[in-house]
């Protein structure tokens, strides 16, 4: 009767750690899937009033953003454009 308990038990190991490998991929999945089309934000390859991305908190060097998809000009501009904050101190 032992070897069965074992059995499951190890049984248990395994479905739990297919299940945490499963969500770990899913979820990674997910954070990649979140960036939007730089069409729904009206991304442009030019700045736009003098602002542009690579002065916007969501930039991402040297081609990225956080929440748009796709290569990024540092010279693009967005709806979702969000200055940095100036850093004085």
């Known amino acids: 009767m ?6 499951a038990t190890r049984r248990q190991i ?3 750690g297919l299940a945490v490998v499963g969500g770990a991929v899913a979820v990674s999945g997910a954070q990649a899937q979140d960036k ?12 736009k009033d003098g602002n542009k991305c ?3 908190v969501n930039w991402e060097p040297p081609a990225s953003c956080k929440i ?3 290569k ?7 709806i ?7 850093k004085k101190g």
């Open 2 to 7: 032992t070897k069965h308990n074992n059995d």
């Open 14 to 16: 395994l479905r739990t």
């Open 36 to 47: 939007m089309d730089p069409k729904m934000v009206q991304y442009q390859d030019t700045p």
């Open 54 to 56: 690579d002065a916007c």
């Open 68 to 70: 748009v998809s796709g």
């Open 72 to 78: 990024i000009s540092p010279n693009g501009w967005c």
């Open 80 to 86: 979702a454009y969000a200055p940095m904050e100036n």
